[in-house]
């Protein structure tokens, strides 16, 4: 006798199932937990994965960053009881020596980093004012969104002028037209050329009013020169105590390397050259090409866990639909029986019953696959934290599903047709 048509085998698996609603609906349950928990674990790793790398890449691939960092017990006395100055972290000569044997390099930006209260009419706020040179802006990859940048002129001549990122020019000059204007940093006046934002934003045009555009860029930006003359090298904090003075030259700098591949070498130069330099380590090198690096390895390894601990809840699936189909054989032992009787093969029975665990979880992943899509949405409108949803989280949920679902179905089609066709009929 020939092998039963497919198209006949589903329409026949589908009235089987059908006649016991709820159990289908209860065994499919496994199935739908396991890929939507599958979907969403994999999209929250995913969304995880995706800022931390952002957070890096804005660092700069192709950089080395390099900051200066108060070592205590370093302050050295001036001759006061109460007022001292600690001298530490980066200096000028750092600069020049990291310019001349630094391999491959193609800018150093040396940065003054403080935080000082900045002014608008009456209002307040405050944030970090960077010193820095014109090619800060290329070597951070940020973009301009009115007016210019610091210029080489600024930087020559020491101008009072200062450009504003897009957060600080929403919260200090909301109504107004920040560009030409003043901005008081710490009593001293400098004039708005520009506004910066980060390279978060996307391209807008020109048009929109660019002041209320997403940002999180909140500094003002100063040149190096002006800061130098304005306010040198020394930092004075004042407490019930007496004063604290900090003699810092530089608080940062940002090497860029010409290619990605030459960073590793180029970071060995600079360890070498700020040892020579420094009799006790006053600095941290940040790599963001090994932060990169890092978190991809932490985010395979999250991945596999989040994937690990999802399987076993489709595996558990599984199970439950082996069990559920192991009920159905014995209940359907006579009609099996009869079939064998009239002509049915042991392969036919074997894809009779294959066919409605197909069913099943091919059912049950496509309604998993639903809520895994709906779960992440509503984390990211409920929490904000972030989560993504890629093809390859369906594609890998749906598949591993619906193989574990045939595998643990084996046994049960299997059993069903190695039954005996005689004791099967005289089965009550």
């Known amino acids: 006798m020939n092998t039963m048509r497919p198209e006949r085998m589903v329409k026949l698996a589908v009235k089987n199932l059908s006649q016991y609603k709820l159990r289908a609906g209860l065994t499919m349950l496994g199935i739908i937990f396991g890929v939507c928990s599958v979907v969403a674990m994999l999209s929250v790793g995913e969304g995880a994965n995706q800022e931390i790398q952002e957070k890096i890449q804005r660092m700069g691939s192709r950089n080395i960053l390099i900051k200066s960092v108060k070592v205590p017990k370093e302050e050295t006395n001036s001759g006061g009881s109460r007022n001292f100055i600690a001298s ?10 990291l310019t001349r044997f630094v391999p491959n390099l193609e800018a150093s930006i040396p940065i003054k980093r403080l935080r000082y209260d900045v002014q608008f009419k009456e209002r307040k706020l405050q944030t970090d004012v960077v010193a820095t040179l014109p090619a800060f802006i290329r070597v951070q990859n940020y973009r301009m969104v009115r007016g210019r940048f610091l210029s080489a002129a600024d930087q ?7 450009v504003i990122g897009t957060r600080l020019a929403r919260m200090l000059y909301a109504g107004y037209d920040p560009v030409g204007q003043t ?7 400098y004039t708005v050329v520009g506004i910066v934002g980060d390279i978060a934003q996307g391209e807008v045009e020109l048009s929109q009013n660019e002041l209320w555009l997403e940002g999180e860029n909140q500094s003002v930006y100063i040149p190096l020169r002006t800061y130098q003359q304005k306010r040198g090298d020394l ?3 004042w407490s019930e105590g007496g004063g604290t003075f900090e003699k810092i030259e530089l608080y940062e700098l940002i090497l860029s390397i010409d290619e990605q591949d030459h960073v590793v070498r180029a970071v060995d130069a600079v360890r070498r050259v700020l040892k020579k330099n420094h009799k006790k380590e006053d600095y941290s090198v940040v790599v963001p090409l090994e932060l990169i690096r890092q978190a991809r390895e932490t985010r395979k390894l999250f991945n596999i866990v989040l994937g690990s601990i999802a399987a076993i809840s489709l595996i558990v699936g599984g199970i439950g639909i082996m069990n559920i189909m192991l009920a159905t054989v014995s209940e359907r032992t006579r009609e099996i029986g009869i079939r064998r009787a009239l002509g049915a093969t042991r392969t036919d029975i074997v894809l009779q019953f294959l066919m409605e665990t197909l069913i099943l979880s091919i059912s049950g992943g496509v309604i998993g696959l639903v ?8 984390i990211t ?5 972030k989560t993504v949803l890629t093809f390859p989280a369906f594609a890998v949920a749906f598949s591993v599903s619906v193989a574990v ?8 089609a299997r059993r069903a047709a190695m039954m005996d066709p005689i004791e099967a009929l005289r089965h009550e």
């Open 235 to 237: 930092f004075t904090q």
């Open 371 to 378: 809520f895994g899509a709906i779960i992440p949405l509503l």
């Open 381 to 385: 409108a409920a929490t904000d934290v």
């Open 88 to 97: 530490y972290g980066l200096t000028y000569d750092d600069a020049d020596d």
């Open 183 to 189: 901005l008081t940093i710490d009593r001293d006046a």
């Open 405 to 412: 679902s045939v595998v643990f179905g084996i046994y049960p």
């Open 156 to 162: 020559s001549f020491g101008t009072p002028v200062c």
